[in-house]
């Protein structure tokens, strides 16, 4: 063991899975002595949870609980609300732009591609075109983050613009990155589908997913073969706690514990918490001359710096790792080395936030780049200082 | 629920309790579901914590472990050692000297005073001389960390003036705050008895106390009534794991945890990890224009801070509670809302140092007064740049 190891166990400041308060963890250890998930207990927790997930989607219908990761959430929305040679407009901006694209090719809908350069969030008014190029589109698909690249995508913007010009089909938003550190209105945006997964805002471990239709969108499911993943089986069980296979029930105990404590500020001041960490980290690189990815829409969510180029991005990760037991995410594919992903997700606090900063900082220092140590961290301190 | 409680759990800054590692406390929970204090799987946890005592007092002889404060080891080792009418010497510079002096006087002993202003340290020379103004004096009690002023005690330089010029009596020194973050080299020193607490350097909750006496201290123990804390008692049980009354068990497993990830990088290392950290307290002090207290001969363990002129000191630390939940301690009876004492002992890394510093300077600035939001924690940043 050596003085780093001793002092400074691992901390995650990559963009999911995200830290998990002591009590969240808690609530999913005693419930794992002796909890039976077909009990009017387990229930009752189940219900409970589902009816605190409302206002983070800004929904009056149940969210549904399942358990898988973020990308089954997302394969239900698509097998629910698409059937094959269905024509679907799909954003592209990145990695998890091309999940989509995957994923609706995989259940054979006719897929229009937006591309959008990584980095960039895109137009209402391109979305728009899309739509208008491929009059039977049956949903458009995009994300509010696109984790990989840490962009906020305009989703209230992009469905104004939509609506308002007569657009009929579904909407479908993952949310999963996203959900948490900003404000979503599902039913306000009629936006019909919201993924979300447990292990990014909601301070969890991963093994939930969560997918939120509205009424309207419950009138339009299609047809085609599904299973694990039928909502509309989900949704009579749920309405009574009981998931149509074994839920993931320890989690769920978990997500009580941490949707009450959200709901103790609520999803407003929860969000509002994000933005704060958000414009501190934004100030931070300012400071210290580094270049945001996602300049002109960065998420609240994440932060993400371009590496400058005399720095190795991928060394300068695996430094923050071995040297102070922080696990910052690098950029995927084509953005490998050039990005480091910083997240500021769920239950993180100011002193949080300034020990990734500070880390970052050290890391920078010993790879060289030329910086005032610190300076950063007092730019993320002064903008923090007038917030509550 | 507020931002600040959903977000920052409270955090010890102050000189004891200090932060129980996960892992330390894990081990205390893990052993109170099924262990009884009087079995061999118990004596083996006892004896190995005990042996793992020994390079942090600096000693052959197995410390002793007693369910106790601090105070109460401190009174074993009176009690003990001093019987009613023997003449000692007392240093006080501070609320724990004054401890000794109550102690003593407790328990009828003829107390010569060495009274030293509060924020300096003795002189060795003045030790010297009380001894000989004094020449039966039986013991000789000082404090190697005087914590309510953060001053270090040269317990070193004191020893060895009182012995090389023929001081035969007894050297007993409350560590208490001290082991750990400063060296101690018991035997080496000739130092016969060494009093430390488990909520200290140790990373444990309170309940523990430990009495260091070194082998010529053994042949030397007083003739006075004592129950409790017969350490010639409980000497004999613990060599083979036993102690005479029921052992605070949980704790011992948390004791022997802490103890095998201390000595994983060993006492040296450990000690070596404070005065990094106090290194850099001192310089985002001076960043910050806030005087140390103790300000020649400072601790490793705490850093004490003039409260400056126009800030209220208990404001200051009260805010520091109720904003950012984090304990820092005040100063008692005459120093109150004169200082406020900042510990960096146990298991603290640099990022709870940083986390500290910038809470300070966000309670500073709150209560009005100038600095430049960032710059002590930019200080400490560069103090702890070119540590390991």
């Not at 805002?201 to 997913?209: E, H």
């Not at 509205?214 to 909502?231: E, I, N, V």
């Amino acid at each position: 063991m050596t003085q780093r190891e001793l002092f400074t166990p691992d901390r995650l400041f990559c963009p999911g899975p995200t830290p998990v308060p002591r009590a969240v963890a808690q609530a999913g250890v005693d419930a794992g002595s002796s909890i039976y998930h077909r009990s009017d207990e387990f229930y009752k927790v189940f219900r409970r949870a589902a009816e605190l997930l409302k206002p983070l989607f800004g929904t009056t219908e149940s969210p549904l609980i399942l358990a898988s990761s973020g990308t089954g959430a997302m394969e239900a929305a698509v097998v629910n609300l698409t059937a094959p040679g269905d024509a679907v407009v799909v954003v592209k901006a990145g990695k998890f732009g091309e999940r989509w694209e995957k994923l609706t090719k995989a259940y054979e809908c006719k897929v229009e591609v937006i591309a959008v350069a990584a980095g960039k969030a895109v137009s209402p008014a391109d979305v728009l075109a899309a739509v208008e190029r491929q009059k039977d589109t049956r949903a458009v698909l995009l994300q509010a983050n696109e984790t990989s690249t840490g962009v906020a995508m305009p989703v209230a913007l992009v469905a104004r613009e939509l609506r308002s010009k007569g657009y009929k089909g579904l909407i479908i938003v993952d949310a999963i990155s996203s959900l948490g550190a900003h404000v979503m209105r599902q039913d306000e945006w009629d936006v019909d589908a919201v993924v979300a997964g447990s292990q990014k805002g909601f301070g969890l471990p991963p093994g939930l997913a969560f997918v939120s239709l509205t009424k309207k969108a419950w009138g339009q499911l299609s047809r085609r073969p599904r299973f694990y993943f039928d909502l509309e089986r989900e949704r009579k069980g749920q309405a009574e706690g009981r998931s149509a296979w074994t839920p993931a029930s320890t989690l769920v105990f978990s997500l009580r514990e941490a949707l009450e404590q959200i709901d103790a500020i609520g999803a407003e001041g929860f969000a509002a918490h994000h933005a704060q960490l958000a414009r501190a980290a934004r100030a931070a690189a300012k400071a210290l001359k580094l270049e945001l990815f996602a300049g002109a829409a960065p998420s609240d969510a994440l932060t993400v710096f371009s590496v400058p180029a005399a720095v190795d991005g991928q060394k300068l990760v695996k430094r923050l790792r071995q040297r102070f037991g922080m696990f910052f995410a690098g950029g995927q594919d084509e953005l490998k080395g050039k990005i480091v992903r910083f997240a500021h997700l769920g239950f993180v606090s100011r002193f949080d936030l300034i020990d990734g900063l500070a880390a970052l900082e050290f890391a920078l220092h010993e790879e060289g780049y030329p910086l005032s140590l610190g300076s950063g961290v007092a730019a993320a301190m002064q903008s923090l200082a007038s917030t509550p």
